[in-house]
Each structure stands twice: as C-alpha cells, then as structure tokens.
C-alpha cells in the first residue's frame, strides 16, 4: 500500500513540475512575440531608412513567433488536458 502513495506521490510531483514548465513556456513564447510587435511598431513610427530596413524583417519574424506560439499553445491544450 506504501508503494502506491509512494507511486501517486511521485505522479503528482511530475505533473506539478511539467505544469509549471508549461506555464512558464508559454508566457516566454507569448512575451516574446509582445516584444517583436513593440519592436515592429517601435521601427514603424521611427520612419526613414530604419522603417524600410527592419520594417519587414520584424513583421515576417513575429507572423513566424505567433505561429510557433499557437502551435505550442494548441498543443499544450491537447496533450495536457487535465
């Protein structure tokens, strides 16, 4: 019988852990992706040659970070139900 608490215990443990990895994951992807829009607008409202450098490249990069953000979140949600 100590076997089994011993064993549930241990469950409980792992998922409270792989949780909390998730959390944190996910909040990093989602912090992320804030940080490139506030760069790309940043870059927008700037103007002149830094707009027509960067302008582009930071909207391609977060269409990207959203993208691998959803996934990650989508799949989250499916695999971690409880």
Partial sequence: MN??????KQLTIQNMFTGTIL????IML???VGIVLILGIGTLFKGGETSKK????????RVLLQFIAILAL????????N
């Fill in 30 to 32: 989602l912090v992320t």
């Fill in 23 to 26: 959390k944190i994951l996910s």
């Fill in 54 to 61: 960067y302008s582009n490249k930071l909207m391609q990069l």
């Fill in 3 to 8: 076997y089994v608490f011993l064993f549930l």
């Fill in 74 to 81: 989508v799949g989250f949600a499916y695999f971690f139900k």
